[in-house]
């Protein structure tokens, strides 16, 4: 009997992977919906990146972004290694930006090529890449990674060794369409 009872109770708390976990409206014309199966699975390959990365449990990861889907999986991912995620708004300022990345103390950084604002794209890697030359830390030799979001299909500047393809690195293909 306890055996039913477990089953049952396993199977309320894992939903059906196949149902709709997330739906995203963005800019004009452009919706996203993820399963919880496509939601966990994504949560685990960031996780698994953030690891080989060098993110441990009171770890923090800085997370850069809009309100686009990544978002929620960073955090799932942040949450699998018991990591801190820390929130640096897209509305900050590079010397707001500098300050927070600082404080942060954060090695790896989650980011997007750009961002649509009020039917406008509007950069997002580019304050944080401004903020980062400023000195984002101050320790000596931070050696940090940023993971760029592509939401925007827009030329962004890029730093070999440090800035990395969040697709390419999950190995998930591109949502910019």
Known sequence: MTSEHADDAREAQEPDASRI?????????????????MLLDQAERAAAVLRRLGVRAGDRVAVHLPLVPESVIATLACGRLDAIRTTLPVSLTVPEL?????????????????AFWDGAVRPVKALLDHALARGGTSAPAVDRTVLVVNRCSRPVSWKPGRDLWWHEALGVPSAAR
């Open 21 to 37: 976990a997330l739906t995203w409206t963005g800019e004009p014309g452009r919706q996203e919906e993820l399963t919880h199966g």
């Open 98 to 114: 500098v300050a927070r990345t600082r404080e942060s103390s954060a090695r790896v950084l989650i980011t997007a090529d750009a």
